[in-house]
């Protein structure tokens, strides 16, 4: 029984140990590239437009299927339980007897039809507008996965700055508490580091917890798993280099994703004018067909004796009067052809206006990211001045509590001031048409 216990025990431990989760403690780590890239390849709105590229070529397929000749078979079977009569020369005849079956092949070929042609004369067109729509879908990606990066480190960084805040404090006051023991200065000194202290805690959990939100709506941009933690990487330095932009850069209207897209709806509007014209034209159609017809009397004879017959058909189909539908149908399409060149217009000057508005906010982003660079050098330079002075006994806490508080101003305002320039630079790229995926 002893034995029999120990083995017990041991397989229930055994089973515990093998049954624990292993858990993954290594984060993915991204840079804004491999972020972006993540986001191409996963992201639900892409991965739509791609399959919507994919049912358009299909659409596109079974459209122009028409074009090809169609053969079909067909097989009937009817059991005559009441045979038709009729009176001939004062004779009841019988028309038929009770058990009839066919067999029929069929075959037609479309020479004209309006629809048919154009399938065939869009098909291109209509293949680059879902192409277009999906790249719309990746440049908007690029756009707001880059902006919400930046976000993130924006607030990555105000985390960085209330932490290194709170060494500071905590130093001062470990400094202030020691000299009010030694006497030399009284208590408020202290007990204002404590206050400072406590709100530098309560600025650093609002912003992790700030941090986790806009994390959590990154990797919803990206389609990323909402289960699965993520980190980032980057380079500060590097960051400064590409928040660099030539300003001097006209605008293409061409290069923009919208402006294609309109192109586009262009072409295929004017096809649809030219569609609603060919009604006047007739259809042309080729049939013909085979039929094996089977009769008899008695079913286990019905397949006995065949009666074929056959025949080829031309069809010509002319549309003489449809109460003014076709003129009426021409004139929407032009006034929809008049319509799209007014959006290319309207469009010209919406891009103008976005581009000039997004360098407006570049420029002044830039002059003030340059400024507060300067505020942040000569802060770091006050404070360690005034931390100086004041353990030498010749400045006050208050101004060591100013210095910090500056110090730590012009640290998160550099730092917002960083991202906002290349958040910035993102959506002058997007007004330029430059952003590439």
Do not use: C
């Amino acid at each position: 029984m002893r034995y029999f216990f120990m083995l017990l025990m041991f397989l229930v431990m055994r089973s515990t140990v093998v049954a624990q989760p292993r858990t993954d403690t290594t984060l993915p780590v991204m840079t804004l590239q491999q972020a972006v890239a993540y986001s191409l390849e996963h992201q639900p709105t892409i991965r739509q437009a791609m399959v919507d590229e994919e049912i358009t070529d299909q659409t596109i397929r079974s459209k122009l299927a028409d074009w090809f000749p169609q053969v079909n078979f067909a097989y009937t079977y009817q059991r005559n339980f009441k045979i038709q009569t009729a009176v001939i020369d004062g004779r009841v005849i019988e028309l038929g007897v009770k058990n009839v079956s066919a067999a029929r092949f069929m075959f037609s070929q479309t020479i004209f039809n309006r629809d048919v042609l154009l399938a065939s004369s869009t098909k291109r067109e209509v293949r680059l507008q879902a192409e277009q729509n999906t790249g719309s879908e990746k440049i908007e990606t690029v756009a707001s996965v880059s902006k919400a990066y930046y976000d993130v480190l924006s607030s990555m960084q105000q985390v960085k700055v209330a932490s290194e805040n709170i060494v500071r404090i905590d130093r001062s006051l470990r400094d202030a508490y020691n000299q009010y023991k030694a006497g030399v200065a009284d208590k408020t000194d202290y007990k204002r580091a404590t206050i400072a202290l406590n709100n530098a805690k309560a600025d650093l959990h609002s912003n992790q917890e700030l941090l986790k939100a806009k994390l959590e709506y990154l990797k919803t941009l990206m389609g990323f798993p909402v289960e699965q933690a993520i980190s980032l990487s980057y380079d500060s330095l590097k960051m400064e280099q590409d928040a660099v932009v030539d300003t001097t850069m006209a605008v293409d209207f061409t290069g923009r994703i919208e402006y294609k897209l309109l192109q586009t709806q262009q072409h295929l509007l004017e096809a649809n004018l030219k569609y609603n014209r060919w009604a006047f034209l007739p259809s042309l159609e080729l049939e013909g067909a085979y039929n094996f017809n089977y009769q008899n009397q008695a079913f286990k004879s019905l397949f006995s004796v065949n009666y074929p017959n056959s025949y080829a058909l031309f069809t010509l189909a002319f549309p003489i009067f449809q109460g003014g539908k076709r003129r009426a149908d021409i004139r929407s399409a032009e006034f929809q052809v008049e319509r799209n060149k007014l959006e290319l217009l309207n469009l010209k000057q919406v891009i103008h206006s976005e581009y000039a508005q997004a360098i407006a906010v570049y420029k002044s982003s830039l002059a003030n990211y340059v400024a507060l660079k300067e505020n942040l050098a000569l802060a770091k330079e006050v404070y360690d001045v005034i931390q100086l002075q004041y353990k030498n006994g010749i400045k006050t806490y208050l101004e060591v509590i100013n210095s910090e508080t500056d110090l730590r101003t012009a640290s998160i305002n550099y730092y917002t001031a960083l991202y906002n320039l290349l958040a910035s630079k993102v959506d002058v790229q997007r007004s330029l048409g430059l952003l590439t995926y």
